[in-house]
């Protein structure tokens, strides 16, 4: 089955389409064929040229829209990779083009997140099976359907959409996407709701971690879980700010088979600070990238 890498381009972030399709080209070099949708202006990118109904304001229109033309190239699964969500090292390419694909074949599997359910941000209450341990998402105790760069079966993406957009009244928001699909009640086929999993990102790695390493993340992951689980109970708004100030949720690197940040480039809105911090310790040359392609008007920019 043809595979591909579908990116939506939400209106307010074509700046970042060109940097996402640079860290691919180097730190996935050997990628499938990539396709952007969502962009006014398809001249310097393959991107699919918007139709003329097609509302930009509306991300999973959009994302439809791009699902529809990959199918009509023959595609049957694809990468979703949203533009913010850069490759920060070397991809495992033996995973992302021939381990997972075929995964997705034998299990069968209709979603297939990247992010790794071994990361801080995650327990694994649903069941963890296999020689690469996936996490198989059951809808009850770990949601489906994340966006974060994902392998997806076309057929499931498609019928996603449809779901999200039933409800004209969210504006076909990403953050709606999300939750109308991931909904334990969700209409989905069987095979769809029973197909969802998640990866061990540190054993897919292209650099794993050593055992020591290892140990560390268990530990790390305990002790933020049980820190977390404090928060609900601070009673004063200011206490939790400042909680989450030195208990920072989303200062998440994912070292998997496509190594990145959890939050991406941007969060609440501006620039994801977290992001910004990990590449100026370990990136500064694609901070800068990202600063200096960032429109000048943008409230995000001039707060840095």
Known sequence: MKLGILVPVWRDYEWMAPILLEGIRVQWPSHPEIRFCGLADTSALPAFPLESTTD??????????????????????????????????????????????????????????????????????????????????????????????????????????????????????????????????????QGTREGCYQIRASQMALRPRTPLREVWAALDRLVFHKLMALYPLIPARRVGRLFLRHVPFDDVFCNGPYPMFYSGIMAKGGLNKYFMNHLRRNNPILRDRILDAMPESSAAKRGM
Not at 114 to 135: A, E, I
Not at 137 to 155: I, K, M, S
Not at 161 to 169: D, G, K, S, V
């Open 56 to 189: 930009r304001s509306n991300w999973t229109q959009v994302l439809l829209g791009g699902v529809k033309k990959m199918k009509a190239e023959g595609f049957g699964r694809v990468y979703l990779i949203l533009e913010e969500h850069l490759p920060l090292a070397p991809c495992h390419e033996e995973h992302l083009n021939t381990t997972l694909p075929a995964l997705m074949e034998s299990l069968p599997a209709s979603y297939i997140s990247l992010m790794g359910w071994d990361n801080r941000r995650y327990t694994s209450r649903s069941p963890v099976v296999g020689h690469h341990q996936l996490k198989h998402l059951t809808g009850v105790h770990d949601p489906r359907f994340h966006l974060h760069p994902a392998l997806w079966d076309l057929e499931t993406l498609e019928i996603c959409c449809r779901i999200a957009l039933r409800n004209p009244e969210k504006n076909g928001s990403a953050w709606h996407f999300e939750k109308a699909c991931a909904r334990p009640d969700a209409d989905l086929p």
